[in-house]
């Protein structure tokens, strides 16, 4: 993935980022689905010291594959922020285009890669797998998490003033010029609030975020790591941003 002629797609340089922690049972899957989607693009696990073997079986997926399959091991379980932030420095040292958000647990469908792709190639900046956009969907799950998440964007939308119906959303591929442009050594962000951080911060600084229809598909193997916590932090988080913003736009200082 070396070379930057004229008229290449962003995406021809593509790492899709997924992190694990248990996900011994859904790894291969995601991996293999990634692959038959879109045989180009490569793969960084970054495992945060599963106890279920996950980074073993990761390390055997790089051998079996050491091209376009790469692992990252960190001790200790620190948050979904944590574990992509390490991805991204990873990824922008080593020259890939294009940086894509996925979770293990097949809720992200690969298949589904190419609308994103396609979005930046197209000029898009960020682009947001949207469940909430016309003919993005969800499939098996409980009306409780359902509702949680339409509260969780429309908090997050009318607090922050922005135009994004997903903006909870972890399915996302970045321009390169995004993460070098954000500050992210001051992202201290976890959970899903880590998502709303890193949009805030793209629009903020101008760039072009975009939303695509994807089908959400709740996980079949394995146990979801959303917890109060997450959701606790994200609305605090939010409300300070939205108020500093306001005050920022009134001062007419631009952030």
């Given at each position: 993935?070396?070379g930057?002629?004229?008229?290449?797609r962003?995406?021809?340089?593509?790492?899709?980022i997924i992190?694990t922690?248990?996900?011994?049972e859904?790894?291969?899957?995601?991996?293999?689905?990634?692959?038959?989607?879109?045989p180009?693009?490569?793969?960084?696990?970054?495992d945060?010291?599963?106890p279920?073997?996950?980074?073993?079986?990761?390390?055997?997926l790089?051998?079996a594959?050491p091209?376009?399959?790469?692992?990252m091991?960190?001790v200790?379980?620190?948050?979904?922020?944590?574990a992509?932030?390490?991805g991204?420095?990873?990824g922008?040292g080593?020259?890939?285009?294009?940086?894509?958000?996925?979770?293990?647990d097949?809720?992200?469908?690969?298949?589904?890669?190419?609308?994103?792709?396609?979005?930046?190639?197209?000029?898009?900046?960020?682009?947001?797998?949207?469940?909430y956009?016309?003919?993005?969907a969800?499939?098996n799950?409980?009306?409780?998490?359902?509702a949680?998440?339409?509260?969780?964007n429309t908090y997050?939308?009318?607090?922050?003033?922005?135009?994004?119906?997903?903006?909870?959303?972890?399915?996302?591929a970045?321009?390169?010029e995004?993460l070098?442009?954000?500050?992210?050594?001051?992202?201290?962000?976890?959970?899903?609030?880590?998502?709303i951080?890193?949009?805030?911060?793209?629009?903020?600084?101008?760039?072009v975020?975009?939303?695509?229809p994807?089908?959400?598909s709740?996980r079949e193997?394995g146990?979801?790591?959303?917890?109060?916590?997450?959701?606790r932090?994200?609305?605090?988080?939010?409300?300070?941003?939205g108020?500093?913003?306001?005050?920022?736009?009134?001062?007419?200082?631009?952030?």
């Amino acid at each position: 993935m070396s070379g930057h002629g004229a008229s290449e797609r962003p995406s021809q340089r593509t790492l899709v980022i997924i992190p694990t922690y248990n996900e011994r049972e859904n790894l291969p899957l995601i991996v293999g689905r990634v692959h038959t989607a879109l045989p180009e693009v490569h793969i960084l696990i970054v495992d945060d010291g599963s106890p279920d073997g996950t980074g073993e079986l990761a390390d055997e997926l790089a051998l079996a594959d050491p091209d376009r399959v790469h692992v990252m091991h960190r001790v200790r379980k620190d948050g979904l922020g944590a574990a992509y932030l390490a991805g991204f420095a990873w990824g922008l040292g080593r020259e890939y285009s294009v940086l894509v958000e996925m979770d293990a647990d097949g809720s992200h469908a690969p298949e589904e890669l190419h609308r994103l792709l396609d979005a930046v190639d197209g000029g898009a900046d960020l682009v947001i797998g949207s469940r909430y956009v016309p003919g993005g969907a969800i499939r098996n799950w409980p009306r409780r998490r359902y509702a949680l998440s339409k509260t969780a964007n429309t908090y997050a939308r009318v607090l922050l003033g922005v135009d994004v119906n997903d903006i909870t959303a972890g399915y996302r591929a970045y321009r390169r010029e995004v993460l070098e442009k954000i500050d992210l050594a001051a992202v201290d962000s976890k959970g899903y609030c880590f998502q709303i951080d890193l949009t805030w911060r793209a629009i903020n600084n101008g760039f072009v975020v975009v939303e695509v229809p994807i089908t959400f598909s709740e996980r079949e193997l394995g146990v979801s790591k959303m917890s109060g916590s997450n959701i606790r932090e994200a609305m605090a988080k939010v409300a300070e941003w939205g108020i500093r913003g306001r005050l920022d736009r009134a001062r007419g200082v631009v952030r």
